[in-house]
């Protein structure tokens, strides 16, 4: 559905302010895409709450009209998860931007859903506090919690799922309920919560969340290294997980990826397979011997470069760097789409994955990006190429697949931090099997008419 009549117009309206619905054409066109190559379907209208109660209302009322329901954050997913499949409403969370309490006595802070994360961590750093996952966009906070969102911290820090311990959410009937506790711990019955986090909106709109936070490190060392070969650059990422140096980051980069940023930002990086790693400690002295012992546990692997930095410029430059990874890609290859590998596998089982990944890309002739969150045996490939041109475009839907295939068969997963969305759903069956059936059913009973977010997840 892609219009409201007049009288469905004024009553959405009734439910908030004039300011706060519209049917205008930019709006509804700035709500059908995220970063993916997946276009939605232009919604009737869009409409920003303030308050839980708001999205209660409004949720209430499509609930009685038939009418579906795309919650948005702010569209910087990668798997066309907010974009809306069906037409019908999107619940625009970003007006729902307040942080409500920070809590530094119990390391804690409530916040509406529409809070950015960048903004959370300058309220809370001055607390000494922050939370620490951080996918490269600045996403909301809803946004991450429906995408169980992580980044380059996670593989010391954990994912957005290790950091929610309270919920409220307005159920597609507009129902409201509470979900979690406060404490530090709880075995009490089923973790509503964590069925909610990753739940990508099919399930109901969160509208605050009660987030733990955790306290800045004292001081941080930023490194380079780099490695004659991929092999060699993936074993030592094995051996330095296991090795208990806990690296606070730890990033692959191939040598076609690191030229891109050269060329870009002129960084002078060396053109190798290279690791950007961080490490936190209590004192300069703690994190030399990290230096030290990194040095020579990399030798081994016949790491060849090394650049080590504790400034803060130099462990902003390398993160900025990779963290326009993807924005460095699209503007190296104006006018063409990019299709996201984001597998995950153990991580003794990474360096296997990421050189048939490579092999896949060299084989085929492809244009593709490895590289990935190597800490945490996830592995991006991004493709590039056109949609239009429908033999190109298979043969990177083929690369996909077979990185996907063996990721699954490796014990892993189709989808390490971005979610299913769209993209993805083709692989659910294969990583899930009758457990899918499972997820449908808890789908069905909180969503009987299949409004939330229609077309995702399942196909
Ligand atoms: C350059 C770049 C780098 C990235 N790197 C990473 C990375 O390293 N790791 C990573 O995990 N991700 C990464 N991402 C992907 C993206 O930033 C995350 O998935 C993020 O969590 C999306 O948040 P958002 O606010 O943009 O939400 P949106 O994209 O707007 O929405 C995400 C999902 O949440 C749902 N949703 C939004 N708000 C609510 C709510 N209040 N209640 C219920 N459902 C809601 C939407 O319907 C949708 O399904 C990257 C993206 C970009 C552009």
New binding site residues.
């Given amino acids: 559905m892609n219009e409201f009549n007049e009288t469905q117009k004024n009553t959405l309206i009734s439910m908030v302010s004039e300011d706060r619905f519209s049917t205008g054409i930019s709006d509804k066109n700035s709500h059908i895409h ?2 993916s190559c997946h276009y939605g379907e232009l919604p009737a209208g869009i409409i920003w709450p303030e308050s839980t109660e708001e999205v209660a209302d409004i949720l209430q009322w499509t609930y009685a009209q038939k009418i579906p329901v ?9 798997e066309g ?2 974009v809306p499949t069906c037409g019908g409403l999107v619940v625009d ?1 970003t007006h ?1 931007d307040r942080i409500l309490a920070i809590r530094p006595e119990d390391m804690q802070a409530d916040v509406q ?2 809070v950015f994360r960048k903004e959370l961590n300058r309220k809370t750093g001055k607390y000494g506090l922050f939370f620490p ?5 600045d ?2 906070i ?6 169980n ?4 911290q996670t593989v010391k820090y954990g994912a957005t799922k290790d950091y929610v311990m309270r919920l409220t959410i307005v159920l597609p009937d507009g129902k409201i309920i509470h979900t979690g506790c406060l404490a530090p711990k709880s075995s009490s019955g089923y973790d509503l919560t964590r069925l909610f986090v990753g739940s ?2 099919t399930l ?4 605050q969340a009660s987030l733990r936070l955790t306290g800045l490190p004292a001081h941080h060392l930023a490194a380079t290294i780099t490695f004659p070969d991929l092999e060699s650059a993936c074993r030592a990422v094995t051996a330095m997980i296991t090795s208990g140096l806990e690296p606070a980051a730890l990033e692959l980069l191939t040598p076609n990826l690191v030229r891109l940023m050269n060329q870009e930002k002129d960084l002078g990086l060396p053109e190798e397979p290279s690791l950007f790693c961080e490490f936190h400690g209590i004192s300069e002295a703690t994190l030399e011997e990290t230096k030290q012992l990194t040095s020579e546990l990399c030798r081994e692997y016949d790491a060849a470069g090394f650049s080590f930095g504790m400034e803060e410029t130099h462990r902003k430059n390398l993160w900025r760097a990779r ?5 460095t890609i699209h503007r190296a290859h104006p006018g063409k789409e990019t299709l996201i590998v984001d597998a995950a596998v153990p991580i003794s089982k990474y360096p296997g994955m990421v050189l048939f990944a490579q092999a896949q890309v060299d084989e085929s002739r492809a244009v593709g990006y490895v590289f990935g ?1 190597a800490g945490d045996g996830n592995l991006h490939v991004v493709l590039v190429g056109d949609p239009e041109n429908a033999k190109e475009w298979k043969t990177l839907e083929d690369i996909n697949h077979h990185i996907v295939a063996r990721a699954v068969e490796v014990g892993g997963t189709c989808t390490g ?3 299913v ?1 769209i993209g993805k759903r083709q692989f659910m069956r294969q990583e899930h099997g009758e457990s899918l059936d499972l997820m449908r059913q808890i789908k069905n009973l909180i969503d009987p008419l299949g409004l939330m ?1 229609p077309g ?1 997840i399942f196909i």
Avoid at 70 to 78: I, Q, V
Avoid at 133 to 137: I, N, T
Avoid at 204 to 207: E, F, R, S, Y
């Fill in positions: 995220d970063i795309t919650p948005w954050g702010a569209g910087t997913s990668t998860n907010p969370c729902m859903p529409g996952p951080d996918p490269g966009a996403a909301t809803g946004g991450m919690i429906a995408n969102a992580s980044g380059i990508e909106g109901g709109i969160v509208t963290h326009e990874a993807w924005e969150h931090e971005h979610g969305g977010n995702k």
